[in-house]
Structures are given as C-alpha cells and as structure tokens.
T-cell receptor, first 117, second 118 residues
C-alpha cells in the first residue's frame, strides 16, 4: 500500500542533542512538507520541498534543517538551536501541479512525537 | 497575509445528529482552495473534503459537506448523522499561494475538538 512512513513514532532527546526524524513516501509525490503541532494548536510549516535537491523555509524554520537527496525521502533534523523542540511532527506529501495545483491534497504520515528531557 | 480562524475549541453532538464546525478565512487572492482534515487521537491527519474558490456548488463527500459562503469568507464543515468514530479534532486549512507560483502549502486553523455522545 502506498503511503508515508515516519519514524520513530516516539523520540526522547536530551538538551543539546541533534535528532533526525525520518519521512519516506512511496506515492511518487513530488512535494514534501514538514509541519509542527503543539498541544491544542494547529499545524505550522517548518520546511517544504517541491523537487529533489531543493527546499524552502516555512514559517518556523529556525533550529531545523532538512535535505532532499531522493524523491522518496525528506528527513528533518531538529538541532540544538531549536529552543523548544518538544512537539508533534507531521510529514506530508503531495503531487506537485504547479500553478494549476487546484485541490493539492496533502497526504500525511502518522507523526513523530519528540520530547526533550 | 492569509489566515484561518476556527472559533470553536470544543463541540459536543449527540450520535446520529448533524453538527456544523465553523471556519472563516481571510485572503486577498481570487483563487484559493479550502480543505478540512480530521485528526483522531492517533495523530494522523485525514483529508475529508475540498472546496475551490471558483466552485459554484458546495462540496460533498459522503456524510461531509462544506457550506461555502464566499461573500462571508466562511467554509463551515457539516457532518450529518454523527457517529462515535467522528470524535476527533477537525482542522480547516487554506492553500497558500506564494506570489506567482503555487507552492502547495497549506495554512491551518487552530482546530475544533468534536466529541460525539452515545
């Protein structure tokens, strides 16, 4: 079955450590996204990528880094520079249709919950 | 700047009844898209329904319908015949256009928690 796989589901980090969240999709989607969700809040965009080897900052990119070396993969690194990293992280993907995107439906993974100890 | 507002933090509905979840939006774009997603306690976001700004008919998908009032900039979700499995958080979202190109990004509202009572 096609879908998005995020790992790990739960992750604990000590202060000062970098951690990397994995996101893999087998939907052959062009675009991939990382969102952050805090308790009782909506989703905020961290980074997104429309094509391989290219990505753009979202609204809250500070303290995060990404790479897009393969179409299927879009890992997110939460660096020690991120002051408040405890949150739920959601990866998504979509077919990139450019300016005619129309109903550019995002498909989401199950999420990764990061807790800083 | 585009913005989505959901003013109902929590809602209750009796099983088998209909419920309306409110969503208002703000944009200066002529072309935009509105989405509703469901987030169960498991955390995954599930796409429910889409409405394009130029669509003249309100979108419907099974028990879900979108009450689109363009002049009022509202896009309320109506769930008919509520089921216990409908208990979840619901998010309204808008496709964010970035200048001359469509990035495919979505901006989300704060969400509404719906609880269906047996």
């Amino acid at each position: 079955d096609g879908g998005i796989t995020q790992s790990p589901k739960y992750l604990f980090r000590k202060e000062g450590q970098n951690v990397t969240l994995s996101c893999e999709q087998n939907l052959n989607h062009d675009a991939m996204y990382w969102y952050r969700q805090d308790p009782g809040q909506g989703l905020r965009l961290i980074y997104y990528s429309q094509i391989v080897n290219d990505f753009q900052k979202g609204d809250i990119a500070e303290g995060y880094s990404v790479s897009r070396e393969k179409k299927e993969s879009f890992p997110l690194t939460v660096t020690s520079a991120q002051k408040n990293p405890t949150a739920f992280y959601l990866c998504a993907s979509s077919v990139w249709m450019g300016v005619l995107a129309g109903a550019n439906v995002l498909t989401f993974g199950a999420g990764s919950r990061l807790t800083v100890l | 700047a585009q913005k989505i507002t959901q003013t109902q933090p929590g809602m209750f509905v009796q099983e088998k009844e209909a419920v309306t979840l409110d969503c208002t939006y703000d944009t200066s774009d002529q072309s935009y898209g509105l989405f509703w997603y469901k987030q169960p306690s498991s955390g995954e976001m599930i796409f429910l329904i889409y409405q394009g700004s130029y669509d003249e008919q309100n979108a419907t998908e099974g028990r879900y319908s979108l009450n689109f009032q363009k002049a009022r900039k509202s896009a309320n979700l109506v769930i008919s015949a509520s089921q216990l499995g409908d208990s979840a958080m619901y998010f309204c979202a808008m496709r964010e256009d970035d200048g001359s190109s469509n990035t495919g990004k979505l901006i989300f509202g704060q969400g509404t928690t719906l609880q269906v009572k047996p």
